[in-house]
């Protein structure tokens, strides 16, 4: 029987314990919360007490967000005098969203609204020439756009010059300071002086539909009728969950569990969640890649209408649309996954520091998504390309410490095209300069420290089985909702004993279960896809056993007993974790 060794680096955070202790004393709550809300940036009690109950009194007026109130006079100009109207989106669900929010709110102000949304593959990404085009031919006179915009400056000219007004709202990183449009509505671009830069998309059109009703006095609840669409495209665009994003995500979620909109209540009943409190997690992995599924292998304009929809009929039917484009989707996924895996480890390409990859005919509609899962598997910054032609579109994705966007900024004199930002950006570029553009952006990885490209495991709390209790969890909740920023917590517990047998289990018998002491405390541990160490595990060793794990959902059982979800594990040299890097 051989050692276990972790697959990650343990990492605890620095704790300043004299400052733990007098917010546990100013607070009332216990260590291991304050440790918790300590290490989520929270340093005085008033502000662990906001981040345990995130109120609405806290968001940002959006009368500071830039050229907001330019923006706001001319839309109600083109109420007014029913002037067309066109919301241009994006086929994600961010943009998705956000066009739903401002074509809901455009027609209840009473505007002539139309809506536009790209075509994934026929398009791509940000304002098109097709659909400045389209709304050249509609008569449109002012363009609204949503989650895109913030560098399309050729197609923008093209509007106006053919005397169309553009309202640019966006959140992504803007490559210029100024654009050919009426306004410029996104927290990151140069000069703003609004608070938090991360909202997403459709969180600077839910700020723009604000101003509107509020410059109309329209009732709140106006605006309360938009946070089901606002909170789901927060959390679905992985957007970092604190500030104002996490006071979005929380009333999101509530408004989701009791949404009287069509779409949403027909989505909930097809995924199988109607009825239920729904989680961060419920909205990032079931009910995002559902509405995503259609701009990835169809057209995403059938997700907008879902949203749009006021009938229960059309709803379902639309949804169940949604359920097979998704099968789809995953089929697709399965395929390019299985074929970029293997281009890595022929090509022994797992040693450079950027993974890029281009292949014809792989889905554009699908590639981030396996780029995503490459990343977490190899724990590299990773560039799938489809190739059509001599030109080929690529969906990024990375690491944290790797900025991805920086990187294209350093390397775009390879590139046709680039966008988006930290984690997750996309390319166009010339079929011939994929390999110099892949030895350029591995260049600049060489920059970078070592320590980048190794997979760390950042450890929230050294915590004793008996600590995990259920009033545990119940402080624990009050943390939530959990993502980007605000993960879910880790804790690890040393020098632990295997009792019993354990046991493989799944379809594929690829995960393992096994129950681990302390003490008197015994407790069970779910690992997925361990189940190869299964031959490695000591039985009634005590002192033996290292963990990391989080508490998911559901963690005490029927008899309220605790389960653990194992994240890492490894041979125990000692019973402390004095040799983890901090």
Request: charged share 20%; proline share 5%.
């Amino acid at each position: 029987m051989s050692a276990i060794f972790p697959n990650h680096q343990w990492q605890l955070p620095v704790t300043e314990e004299e400052k733990i202790k007098e917010l546990v004393r100013t607070t009332n709550l216990p260590p291991i919360i304050i440790q918790l809300l300590y290490h989520r940036g929270c340093r005085t009690a008033e502000e662990c007490r906001e981040f345990i109950n995130p109120s609405a009194a806290r968001l940002h007026r959006p009368d500071t967000l830039p050229d907001i109130n330019l923006a706001t006079e001319r839309i109600i100009s083109a109420i007014e005098n029913q002037e067309a109207i066109l919301v241009y989106g994006d086929y994600d669900v961010d943009g998705i969203c956000g066009t739903a929010i401002l074509v809901s709110t455009l027609k209840k102000l009473g505007g002539v609204v139309t809506y536009y949304l790209p075509h994934r593959q026929n398009e791509g990404y940000g304002i098109s020439r097709a659909g400045i085009e389209h709304a050249i031919r509609h008569g449109i006179k002012l363009i609204i756009t949503t989650d895109c915009g913030s560098s399309d400056i050729e197609n923008l000219q093209l509007a106006r010059d053919a005397g169309i007004d553009v309202i640019v709202t966006d959140h992504h990183e803007p490559n210029t300071a100024s654009l050919p449009a009426l306004a410029f509505v996104n927290p990151k671009r140069q000069g703003s002086d609004y608070p938090f830069r991360e909202l997403s998309g459709a969180g600077v059109a839910f700020k723009l539909a604000w101003q509107l009703l509020a410059s109309l006095k329209s009732p709140k609840e106006e605006l309360i009728a938009l946070l089901d669409l606002v909170g789901m495209a927060t959390i679905a665009d992985v957007v970092p969950l604190v500030g104002e994003n996490r006071i979005i995500a929380r009333l999101g979620l509530l408004a989701l569990s009791k949404t009287n909109r069509p779409g949403i209540k027909a989505l909930l009943t097809t995924s199988r969640l109607y009825s239920r409190k729904l989680s961060t997690r419920d909205i990032a992995f079931v009910i995002a890649p559902r509405i995503n599924a259609a701009g990835r292998v169809s057209h995403a304009q059938l997700a907008l209408e879902l949203l749009l929809t006021e009938d229960d009929d059309t709803a379902i039917n639309l949804a169940y649309q949604l359920e097979e484009f998704n099968r789809v989707r995953q089929r697709l996924e399965d395929i390019i996954f299985t074929e970029a895996r293997r281009l890595i480890i022929d090509g022994a390409k797992q040693e450079q520091r950027v993974l890029v990859l281009a292949r014809p005919g792989w889905n554009e509609g699908v590639i981030g998504i396996v780029a995503s899962k490459l990343t977490e598997e190899f724990w590299r910054p990773c560039i799938l390309i489809s190739l059509n032609g001599e030109i080929g579109k690529g969906s990024g994705r990375s690491i944290s410490g790797f900025n991805l966007y920086e990187a294209l900024e350093k390397t775009k004199d390879h590139l046709i095209s680039f966008g988006g930002h930290c984690y997750a950006a996309g390319i166009k570029i010339k079929r011939d300069l994929i390999p110099l553009f892949e030895n350029a952006i591995n260049q600049y990885a060489s920059l970078l420290p070592e320590s980048t490209f190794q997979p760390t495991l950042k450890i929230d709390a050294i915590a004793n089985l008996d600590d995990i209790t259920p009033e545990l969890l119940q402080h624990l909740a009050q943390l939530q909702p959990f993502g980007p920023d605000n993960p879910e917590p880790v804790f690890a517990s040393t020098g632990l004993e295997i009792v019993g047998y354990p046991q493989r289990i799944g379809k594929n018998k690829d995960h393992l279960k096994f129950k681990v002491r302390s003490g008197n405390t015994v407790v069970s541990v779910i690992a997925w896809n361990r189940s190869r160490d299964i031959l490695n595990l000591r039985i009634g060793q005590p002192g033996y056993l290292d963990i990391c794990y989080t508490l998911a959902n559901g963690t005490f059982n029927c008899n309220n007993r605790v389960q653990l979800k194992l994240l890492d594990l490894r041979t125990a040299g000692n019973n402390n974790l004095s040799d983890l890097s901090c």
